[in-house]
Antibody
Framework: EVQLLESGGGLVQPGGSLRLSCAAS????????VSWVRQAPGKGLEWVSTIGRDGDTYYTDSVKGRFSISRDKSKNTLYLQLNSLRAEDTAVYSC????????????????WGQGTLVTVSS | QTVVTQESSFSVSPGGTVTLTCGLTSGSVSTSYYPSWYQQTPGQAPRTLIY???SRSSGVPDRFSGSILGNKAALTITGAQTDDESDYYC??????????FGGGTKVTVL
């Protein structure tokens, strides 16, 4: 059974930093791209970042230069380093696996974690 | 800056049919955008419904179907049930590793 379990959220002051983790199980972690998606309170879903199987990284414009995605294949864990946090970064951050079919990426999210809440406030 | 557009809300009667759309503020949606659709109820993780325009995710009932209608991607719910009352989001793959969510459509079944 595919499982994604996020941790690391919490309350942080504006300008502060936080590192989120996503522990993956039930599949061969190194064979899949994985992403972070966030949802601000009462708002819609927003794609934040993806790391590909080969380690290529991609970010939405609003977090470029502030957030950094990485993965540790030996620990089956995805990370998101959040720096220079702003009030508008307040959201539930979820990790999601990028779907594949027949060995090819299909550019969608097939499994989701429950998320971890990041609150940026003084 | 291109934005992915969705209707803000829709109401459908039990047993009825509703079609949600997913467009772009600039340009047309095609299969090259790999449209996908997700269902979310409050406090829950999203559930994947449709990927690659019209492929149904495992376990998704066949009353959910995806297509391209005109210049937009579409999600059709045929024979709506009360359990289908949720928020629905589309995602388009913009290339270069970038994905974009639409703003979501709130579907009410009554």
């Amino acid at each position: 059974e595919v499982q994604l379990l996020e941790s690391g959220g919490g309350l942080v002051q504006p300008g502060g930093s936080l590192r989120l983790s996503c522990a993956a199980s039930g599949f061969t972690f190194s064979n899949y791209g994985v992403s972070w998606v966030r949802q601000a309170p009462g708002k819609g879903l927003e794609w934040v970042s993806t790391i590909g199987r080969d380690g290529d990284t991609y970010y939405t414009d609003s977090v470029k230069g502030r957030f950094s995605i990485s993965r540790d294949k030996s620990k089956n864990t995805l990370y998101l380093q959040l720096n220079s946090l702003r009030a508008e970064d307040t959201a539930v951050y979820s990790c999601a696996r990028r779907g594949r079919e027949g060995g090819s990426p299909k550019y969608y999210f097939d499994f989701w974690g429950q998320g971890t809440l990041v609150t940026v406030s003084s | 800056q291109t934005v992915v557009t969705q209707e803000s809300s829709f109401s459908v009667s039990p047993g009825g049919t509703v079609t949600l759309t997913c467009g772009l503020t600039s340009g047309s949606v095609s299969t090259s955008y790999y449209p996908s659709w997700y269902q979310q109820t409050p406090g829950q993780a999203p559930r994947t419904l449709i990927y690659s325009t019209n492929s149904r995710s495992s376990g998704v009932p066949d009353r959910f179907s995806g297509s391209i209608l005109g210049n937009k991607a579409a999600l059709t719910i045929t024979g709506a049930q009360t359990d289908d009352e949720s928020d629905y989001y589309c995602v388009l793959y913009m290339g270069s590793g970038i994905s974009m969510f639409g703003g979501g459509t709130k579907v009410t079944v009554l």
